[in-house]
């Protein structure tokens, strides 16, 4: 029997299908090369000229026709390069130009048509779309390189959902563009930039895969939404609720949440009447920030387990009268092993204390292998673990190109760096993107201090050191508990000062809440049950006590409502037990 020929556009399909990995990846070569070949010429040219000014004059040139360059690349072939575009988009890292035309991207991918998302969901959920929603808004409000989200009403429910459909044939397109990306960053190893980006590159391999897992995603957002639960009263950020039978590997639901994207923030507060860069924009903003880099903090160092993507276009400010932060998005999570949380939560207490010795320690214990031959070697591993792991950019630093002349990666060469930490190091990227854009500068290896110190002393990594020693220290021992029964009111601090030999002084406290008499950044809540609570102690820096030479005895015993100074009649009120770390 014949075999019937195919027909005339059968054929052409099948043709064009064969075609696209070839004609995406010289699409991706001619451009990268294009921006690559211009900003090399300049470089030669501006080297021929002594005028200062002048210089400055072709590189913003230069960065302008880049930048258009960059954003038609991103935006024409899309996939991967929708979320290349969220890191090169970032204010700290790329050049003005460039960040005037990525950050419009975000959220902006072409959509899939409603036809196409119809047909997914029920082939999915094995429903008529009819059947499942009473709502569904045409217009997606979001459309990102994977999927993009609806808001609807399912039948017989009041509130709105938020519906996540993936679009089809992407992931082929994104293999693509992974096997051209890593070619392109062998080249960039050996001829600009000593850092290992190849293995950044297997990491965003493996990161990509586990994004088109739906099912993997839900199951994510319920465990860092009881994570968050379980280690706050109020936790940080909220994480959006599943919908009970409404997922599967190519689509999610869950609860809609009304708010403002974070990138607009300036926007909506200039909409109200306030200057954005007054001192109550400012107060809003970094509040916004804090509790947004406080469940980072929270469960990068305590569990390991994070969400790995807080670009602009997944963070939202919720609407209503105390301005809350939710994290959207689960797709990109990490577990890191314990080994590297703890190498990481040493490196933060090497960045928080400004620590070359302790910083160089560390890269060795998170397998960071470096070589340098500079004077001030172990001066610059510092100033390069601020600029991959920290949200302050180093003093005088407003640029953080790894091109620039007084770059870190210039005098220090990254030989090896571990897949596992990839997703930490974008993930404070992202952070100190959102930070230079808000315009709030601060440090988050401060903020995180106390966590740190925390999950060290958890793992037996940190000594203790009793207070029996120490003046006015009758009442202590090794042990800290309050029994909440025999409380006065409630407790929320009590702190201890001691000086450590050749070493400023510390501030050891235990928290329960955020008390007004200490700077919140430098503390954190503690889990406890129903009637005891077993705390740990945490250290937390304030430089008042200092002043008022406080150091080496208990400081004080803070209520919600006063502060009790004094501190051995308060004690013997309460069966209260003290100890600091070393």
Known sequence: MPVPLLGLHDFREKVAAQLVPWSRSIQFWARAIDVYAGYKVCQFRTGLISNSAKQEEMWERQHELAAEKMYSLCSELGGLFLKAAQVLGKPDLAPAAWVRRLVTLCDKAPATPISAVQQIIEEELGQNFSEIFEQFEVEPIGSASIAQVHRAKLRG???????????????????????????????????????????????????????????REAAAMEKLKKFFSNNNKKPPVLVPRIIPGMVTRKVLAMEFIDGIPIMNLGEQIAKLGIDPSSKIAVIGKQKILESLTLAYGQMILKDGFFHADPHPGNILICKGTEARVALLDYGQVKQLPDDLRLGY?????????????????????????????????????????????DTKLPPGVTLMSPFA????????????FPEELFSVLRTMQ???????GMGIFYSCAEQWRPIAEEALFKAGRLEEVPLTGLPNASASSTRIAILLASAPCTVLSVVVAHHRPSRV?????VVIGLPSRLNPDQLTSTCYDSRWLKLSPIIARHPTYEAAGCAGSIVGLYFRDRLKVDIEQDLSKLPLELRVLS
Not at 347 to 373: M, Q
Not at 407 to 412: Q, R
């Open 430 to 436: 992202l952070l100190r993107g959102l930070s230079v």
């Open 157 to 215: 429910v009041k509130t709105d959902v938020a519906v996540k459909v993936q679009h089809p044939g992407v992931q082929q397109l994104m293999l693509i563009d992974i096997c051209n990306l890593q070619a392109f960053v062998l080249f960039l190893q050996k001829t600009d930039i000593n850092f290992d980006l190849f293995s950044v590159t297997k990491e965003v391999e493996k990161q990509i895969a586990y994004e088109f897992d739906f099912l």
């Open 345 to 389: 939560a040493n490196l933060v207490l090497a960045l928080a204390d400004n620590d070359p010795l302790r910083a160089k320690i560390s890269y060795k214990e998170l397998g960071i292998n470096t070589l340098s031959n500079h004077a001030d070697r172990d001066d610059e591993f510092l100033k390069l673990a601020q600029r991959m792991f």
């Open 405 to 416: 002349e007084d770059s870190s990666l210039k005098k220090v060469s990254v030989q090896n």
């Open 505 to 509: 002084p510390n501030w050891s406290g």
